[in-house]
């Protein structure tokens, strides 16, 4: 049986505690879930974990003998590996090289040994479900998903003892997730440590045997998954704040008023999505549900004028608009917040000013394109105000600050600009609680005040929570549309999955390993 | 809002000038006379004219290996205009105009092609000199009006005039439309996130366009000062200019992936390129050591910039 214990560990980054006197103790053959808002101290736990950090005080304890984790290779030693929300790996290296990545096995004469490390991966690639030819592949062409997987194979390659899984399904499907969940069932019963860090309140109960929720470095408590329920993680993580499920319906003068806004007739993007017909009410919310790689995204950046749609008609307010370019549609009227926020939303580098009026700056310059600094300062104040964004101030770099925030910081973008319609694309993806429900309230607002809004979301809470009405695509087109709430979570994931579906086309779901 | 974006880079470029300074005037004390350090200058401000708008290129994530191409193919349109009888202001204004569009090339070739930019402007490059080699067959232009004089050898009181009336108000005129205009904010999100940019609204391909015709215009203009300071137009001018000018805009602090830079600090980079040349050329060292030492200053730069990066962050994590 092996143990992996911390004892009275903290971590202090210059005045900031990160970690405050945590006793943990994780053990061979369990599940042990960590809970807590972005900024608890959870990273900077598997930091110290995986040898990134090294802690400021306290023990930690390997099989009951005091260890000290000073580099990554130490850590790989002790038998400790992490899995992280977006696996890190080489794309354009085979799956093979990712594995052997630094621990290549070699001939006699010092070649590499394809066919011994063949021969080690197989039977791990086995418990894992995989085929062995994926090992020829290039990472690049894999999804998410199974990319994940290479990493646990890696992981058990290299006799890990300790797993660390940091928000794992975040970025996964519904079947990939399932899949996920089997395999680490799979490695509790091999005798596996697990760790397993998340957001998902209801993954906890599917999937831990304990679970201990941090607030603010400190630990609130530690529990068997049987004695602990939804609400009580819920209020240990809040401190005890209100529940993410209120919601104010929609007033009802707006709820007479629901004229379509955005309306898409026959709109195909070439392999993404075909056919689609859809509208946006005005002064009304509406949930675009479908899983990963159902098209959503590209149908949306299609409107956007970002990509080209194959073909299909776009009306925005009684008129048929055709952008082609993301800035001629901004000024039609029509808004969107990319997915991705790391990649197409946020400037890293730049300051919470210089990304906030990014797409304002017409408004602030005169004749000679010279910028109104001092307005620009008080707007973004305004908005940071407006929109709860925590800095320092805003000369703040936004890569500095928590997911939550930057999200923020890029929805008060969008909300403050002049739109008719505006679609959030997965507007709360990886974002502690309190914001995410925050965020929920903005996006009200935005239709209260006679927006028309489509948020597109692979989590069905928050589809369920925030929608007034739900649209489902599934493989490229749409499967179902549910007027007038509430919906339940059953059938719309039915819906989403085909499984209500007389084609029975959720068949195809296990070809989903090619990437779009 | 407003600070002048060095990243850690100014710091290091003071202490190194302040080091050539040291050796310089060791080496060489009769260096400091105003009659000298005015003839650095000039040299510095064709160079440095042209790595402003480097900078500008750079800065939204391009390259143009083309500005000294320009450089070349500019003073040669226009000296075999006014050997032609053009008057002279009117012929560097079209030698200004054959830059601008050169530049314009660069840059819709850059971004409706799709193509890369270092490709681009390698193909450009060499395609503007050969230009300027064939309307010139290859033979220096001179004969100039007496007028057209002025650009490179005119003085102000003692001080030359295309430090004064040309570079200098260029610098603080393209500082301000870094920090302080609409267009500078574009170039910057541009370099930083391309894609964030675009689906922020933003037109990039408009903004990596006016970079490349700012370079373009500006080659041209430090190939107008060229050919009057030397009173010859020459086809094969500039040739190290495409790579100097880079060389001088990293060594300011800019980052070769767009995003970060600034012209103060590529102004305080040439400072230091021209130290170095104008230092070793008058203590007699032999010319052939000069583009040695310019590497050489650039890693030092760079590695010095990265061990400060990183004692700051040991010094952030460390208790």
Redesign the interface.
Known sequence: MASFELRGVGK???GVRALDDIDIRFESGRVHALLGENGAGKSTLIKILTGA?TP?NGEIRVDDTTVTIDSPRRAQELGIAAVYQEPTVYPHMTVRENLFMGQELRGRSGMLDRRAMTAAAKPLLARLRLDPSILSRRMSSLSIGYQQLVLITQALLRDTRLLIFDEPTSILSREETARLFEIIGELREAGTAIVYITHRMEEIHQIADEVTVLTNGERRGTYPIAEVSTERMLSLMTGGHGSARDREPASETVQRERRPMLEVTNLSVAGHCEDISWQLPAGCITGLYGLVGSGRSEAALAL?G?IRPSAGRIQLDGQTIRPR???D??KLGLG?L?EDRQ?????????L??NL???T??G??NV????D?AG??RFTTELMNHYNIKAPG??TSIGDLSGGNQQKGLFS?WANLPLKALILDEPTRGIDVGAKDEIHRFIRHLADRGMAVGVISSDLDEVLAVSDRIIVMREGRIADTFEHGPHSAETVLASAIGSADDDNRAAHHDTTEESA | ???IDWTGRAPVLLVISLITLIGVSIGAPGIWSTDNLFAMGVLAVEIGIIALGQTFVINTGGIDLSVGAIFALAQVVMGLAMVGGVPWPLAVMLGLGVGVLCGLVNGLATVWLRVPAIIVTLATMFAFSGLALVITSGIDVSGFPEGFAVLGQGTIGSVPLQIVAIYLPLLVLLA??QW????G??V??TG??T?????????IGRVQIATFVIAGGLAALAGAINASRLTTARPDAGATDNLISIAIVVLGGSSIFG??GSVVGTALATLVIALVNYGLSFNNLNAIYQSGLIGLILIVAVLMQNIMLSIQQRR??A?
């Open positions: 202090r980054f210059g950090v400021t956007y970002h370019h993301p800035a549609a901004i969107y990319p990649f197409q939303g946020v400037f890293l580098d730049k300051s000013e210089q009026t990014s797409n700056l017409p602030f310059s000679f394109d010279l910028l600094l620009m300062r805003a000369d973008r | 809002m407003n600070r301000v439309v302080r205009t609409r267009f904010r574009l910057h999100l930083t996130n894609l964030a940019a675009r689906l922020t609204g933003i037109r995003g970060k952030a994590a208790t």
